[in-house]
């Protein structure tokens, strides 16, 4: 079932939960293939005869999955999407869940240092190859923890724990029949705060590359 949302006003970040349907074909494309979901996402955010606006949403594949087993996406956003506009009919397992306003759920125009998260961050560690310019992925775990501790203190954030899953890489295949292959890892914990305003950025824009591979997005719960 596709569903309707109207838009909202600027500047707000919204997370949307979403059930895709094993049984459509293009869902199970899409689930396969990063750079195709990214793709297919870019329908709901933008009209069709224009390119989806920079910077619009973030997604991530969870390994989460209802109760049918259909996989669970989430996905950050500026503005509400237009779920109807994706035009695959069943590619939803169901109507999804109201929109989540994070500014007022983590309450982020009154966030101060010291605040802690459980946070969840799936992400390409890597570097870039002075000789040629080239990203390459960081492979060693040490390294892996060392990156995400760099990132962190450019965005505001010092990890007090990191633990670290599905390392792979993923693999995406564009339209003109290139393939695109970015190295990811899923890194869960606990982050305490130390500039809010960085972190709140951190937030909105996302951390590192791979973005149009389901990558970067900084998902935090507020500690009780």
């Not at 939803?92 to 309450?107: F, K, Q, S, V």
């Not at 240092?113 to 080239?134: M, Q």
């Not at 965005?155 to 970015?182: D, P, W």
């Not at 899923?186 to 950025?201: C, I, N, Q």
Request: positive net charge.
């Amino acid at each position: 079932m596709m569903v309707t949302e109207t838009p909202l006003k600027e500047k707000s970040i919204f997370l949307h939960r979403l059930y895709l349907n094993l049984r459509c074909k293009e869902a199970r494309r899409d689930i396969a293939d990063p750079y195709q979901m990214h793709s297919t996402l870019c329908r709901a955010f933008s009209p069709p005869d224009q390119k989806c606006p920079a910077g619009e949403y973030l997604w991530r594949l969870e390994s989460e999955v209802d109760e049918k087993g259909n996989p669970r996406l989430l996905i950050q956003s500026r503005s509400k999407p237009n779920w109807s506009s994706i035009g695959v009919e069943d590619w939803l397992a169901g109507e999804p869940d109201p929109a989540i306003d994070l500014a007022d759920r983590l309450g982020l125009a009154a966030l101060s240092p010291g605040k802690r998260f459980r946070y969840r961050l799936k992400a390409n560690p890597s570097k870039t190859d002075i000789r040629n310019g080239k990203r390459l992925g960081l492979f060693k775990q040490e390294d892996q923890v060392a990156w995400l501790a760099r990132k962190g203190g450019q965005h505001g954030f010092s990890t007090v724990s990191a633990h670290l899953s599905q390392e792979g890489m993923l693999r995406g295949n564009r339209n003109n029949g290139g393939v695109i292959r970015v190295f990811s890892v899923l890194f869960d914990g606990l982050l305490e705060v130390k500039d809010p305003v960085k972190f709140r950025e951190a937030l909105g824009n996302g951390i590192g590359h791979g973005k149009t591979m389901g990558l970067g997005l900084l998902s935090v719960v507020p500690m009780a």
